[in-house]
């Protein structure tokens, strides 16, 4: 199915969107939360079901029953995120895990978008502007659908990566939520970074819309 703003890419693997750069126009950036805003449901949820069978789901929610535990507690979505990592991807190789985020891409992105976020998505790519894509899940994740998408950047969460490039202890730095968001594109873009539109769907989006000029909450209801 082809999804309006939506291009299909070649070959494998998890190809990463490309970076802008530093000297960018700042009141030409547009950005736009990922999961619940241009998808209708978490991505990396939906990525980690997607992957494996139920018997291997249901031990897996077994032995992340402890952090679902504390986070009922902290509410810390990070940590939570951390667990899950490591309960359901720990050892997995790079490569492995950019095919199958690959793969999944292939297969669900037509049960994953709103079609109202994919058209004002596209309305950004007429002006010039550079859309960018900030977001909790990890980037190795969604990398495939920013690719698919013409993103400009990708800033998401990050994994941790062992020296044989395995999928290793949870989470490399903090969730990419809240305070976070505006960090990383600073960070990315300059100190001085000016976001012209800026599109969410949670409280862990409100600082990345008060830091733009214009903040949309929950902007898209339309469904696949």
């Not at 679902?68 to 490569?95: E, H, N, P």
């Not at 891409?105 to 002006?127: K, M, Q």
Request: charged share 25%; with cysteine; proline share 7%.
């Amino acid at each position: 199915m082809t999804l309006p703003g939506f291009r299909p890419t070649q070959g494998v693997g998890a190809p990463q969107a490309p970076e802008a750069p530093p000297s960018a126009d700042p009141l030409r950036l547009a950005a736009f939360d990922f999961d619940g805003t241009l998808t209708v449901r978490d991505s990396f949820t939906a990525f980690l079901r997607w992957r494996m069978t139920w018997p291997q789901s249901a031990l897996g929610l077994l032995r992340l029953a402890p952090a679902l535990l504390v986070y009922l507690v902290t509410r810390d979505r990070g940590r939570l995120k951390a667990a899950s990592v490591r309960v359901f991807l720990r050892g997995v190789s790079r490569a492995a895990l950019e095919r199958e985020a690959e793969r999944f891409a292939e297969a669900e992105a037509h049960r994953l978008f709103r079609p109202d976020a994919l058209r004002c998505w596209a309305a950004h790519g007429t002006t010039g502007e550079r859309r960018v894509i900030v977001t909790a899940s990890p980037e190795e994740v969604v990398a495939p659908f920013a690719a698919r998408l013409g993103a400009d950047a990708l800033m998401g969460s990050r994994l941790r990566w062992t020296d044989d490039d395995r999928v290793g202890e949870g989470l490399d730095g903090p969730n990419c939520r809240g305070p976070e968001k505006v960090r990383r594109l600073r960070a990315r873009f300059g100190p001085s970074v000016s976001v012209g539109d800026a599109y969410g769907d949670t409280s862990g989006d409100a600082e990345m819309l008060a830091f733009a000029q214009r903040g949309h909450m929950r902007r898209f209801t339309g469904r696949p």
